[in-house]
């Protein structure tokens, strides 16, 4: 009760400054107290009088926009006006932190209040740790310390919770580049909860994860200094966010869509993309909806969010583990075809091309390694002879060596998340295969032709084993080779010694593989007709 000024001020917790409730003809006001239905008594003591300020709760839901901060539409860089704003950030308590760009300052505004208060920067443009440049992007951590990416300096900042005299360069060295070391225009940010800084270099067309106190950071989407369209590449990104799950979402402004990348992903999933013209920034509302600023179009749209009923109440069985079958088991000896046609070969969707290995995932469709065809057919569970397959990779079946291709796979492999692991035996590499995806990506070898151990021969098996490292059985070279998960590089030789010959060391044209789950590996010593069993 502020009794001088004969008026009723109401101040937000940690707030600077009140605002005005209750004033009309008080005259020297005392005391004071709610009702219960929250009306508002004031003891008006001049007056000889008990003043009642009934309460009125506005309503939530309106068609219509309310200004919530900055409140002239012509600008300025007073407490209530903004100038040019470009990015915000609320927290838990619905404060307000909003870029105010032009005015190179970040303004803390309290929900409902008529004033902002500079937290951050507000010393003018420039490049000095006292200023900031032109900026599009704010985040706060979990202890409100603010993060601004500074477009025109090719750099990111941190300013302390409760400094505002200068910040602390953490991304990016004052100039552009393409180095791990540096930026390019900058644009939006994400910070997890274990300080990792994800930006978007919008001029590099890639993102950067920084990790807290490392120089260098790691490109995790995009191809550093190529615009491109493909689910790999990027085009003038311009935003960043992950869900709970850890997927990440970017906004591909240049191609006008929103990319989806799954964790350890190389390339991402257009989530959203229709009528688009140069989106900006987004945001999930709290029933999962992906709500986008559309720039150029200047509108807000809506993606609303659908989650497919689920077809199975149980988790589905592991793949490619120990068989489970009975050991009294006898199998008919009246079989059925379950895919393609006895002596006839084509590219048709139900047809196959010289077959060489088959697996199933947790949901038991089959994929097959159709070979003469360069492809991998997916096949549903009781399919027959007149059964379409799909095709889940290799989009070419006349083969080659790009992304979406194949040429003369052999072998294949399903991990328990359903990615395809496969060999593409005459581009001496594996390739990784998200399901669904158009794209596969070299996981092991992929240097051509060779013996030596950062390249492979002709191959016609692999196994993952449950740490996701990759065998390799090389007919040609007389080996198993190991590459460990991450690495690509080379090779490490774990069975035969890349000559042919009989001792218990050596392998002949080796084919299938094997390895449990103690690491023991079996091997099919094809040119020995035995099985060959290796202790690690």
Request: some cysteine; charged content about 10%; hydrophobic content about 35%.
């Amino acid at each position: 009760m502020d009794s001088g000024n004969n008026r009723i001020q109401r101040w937000w917790p940690g707030s600077t400054y009140g605002v005005t409730v209750a004033s009309a003809s008080l005259n020297n006001p005392r005391g004071m107290a709610f009702d219960t239905s929250g009306n508002l008594a004031v003891a008006d003591e001049s007056y000889h009088r008990m003043v009642l300020f009934p309460v009125t709760c506005r309503s939530t839901s309106s068609t219509s926009g309310i200004t919530v901060a900055g409140f002239s539409t012509s600008g300025g860089s007073g407490y209530s006006q903004l100038l040019y704003p470009t990015s915000m950030f609320i927290d838990r308590n619905e404060t307000m932190y909003i870029l105010d760009s032009s005015n190179y300052r970040v303004v803390r505004w309290l929900s409902g209040e008529p004033l902002g208060f500079t937290v951050a920067a507000g010393h003018g443009y420039g490049s000095t740790l006292d200023k900031i440049g032109t900026s599009y992007a704010i985040y706060l951590d979990n202890h409100s310390n603010i993060y601004i990416s500074e477009y025109s300096n090719h750099r990111v900042t941190k300013w302390f919770n409760g400094n505002h005299t200068s910040g602390v360069l953490i991304a990016g060295n004052n100039m552009a580049g393409s180095t791990p070391y540096q930026l390019n225009s900058p644009w939006g940010i994400y910070v997890d909860a274990n300080y990792t800084l994800y930006i978007v270099d919008y001029g590099n067309h890639r993102i950067q994860k920084w990790i807290a106190g490392v120089v260098n950071a790691t490109t995790v989407a995009g191809v550093s200094g190529v615009a491109g369209s493909w689910s790999y590449e990027l085009h003038y990104p311009t935003a960043i966010t992950f869900d709970q799950h850890n997927y990440m979402y970017i906004i591909d402004s240049g191609n006008n869509r929103i990319q989806r990348w799954w964790p350890g992903s190389t390339y991402g999933v257009t989530v959203a993309s229709a009528s688009l013209n140069n989106p900006r920034g987004m945001a999930f509302d709290t029933s999962g909806n992906l709500v986008v600023a559309d720039e150029s179009y200047h509108r807000m749209v809506l993606f609303p969010v659908t989650c497919p009923a689920t077809t199975t109440t149980i988790i589905p069985p592991s793949t490619n583990s120990p068989n489970q079958v009975c050991g009294t088991a006898v199998w008919n000896s009246t079989f059925k075809i379950v895919a393609g046609t006895t002596s006839s070969w084509g590219t048709a969707s139900n047809l196959l091309n010289t077959p060489l290995d088959v697996t199933f995932d947790g949901y038991d469709n089959m994929y097959v390694v159709d070979y003469g065809n360069h492809r991998i057919q997916r096949f549903p569970s009781g399919s027959t002879s007149s059964t379409s397959g799909v095709t889940v990779a290799g989009f070419s079946t006349s083969g080659g060596s790009g992304y979406s291709q194949l040429l003369y796979p052999t072998s294949m492999f399903i991990d328990r998340n359903e990615t395809m692991y496969i060999l593409d035996n005459s581009n001496s590499r594996v390739v990784r295969w998200l399901s669904g995806e158009p794209l596969g990506f070299t996981v092991a070898a992929g240097h051509g032709y060779g013996s030596t151990l950062d390249k492979i021969g002709t191959s016609y098996a692999i196994y993952l084993d449950n740490q996701s490292n990759i065998y390799i059985s090389e007919y040609s070279n007389h080996r198993v080779t190991k590459w460990f998960h991450g690495n690509h590089t080379a090779g490490v030789l774990i069975a035969g010694n890349n000559v042919a010959g009989s001792t218990p060391y050596q392998l002949n044209n080796p084919y299938g593989i094997y390895v449990d789950a103690n690491y023991i590996l079996y091997i099919a010593d094809y040119g020995n007709h035995r099985i060959q069993k290796w202790i690690a």
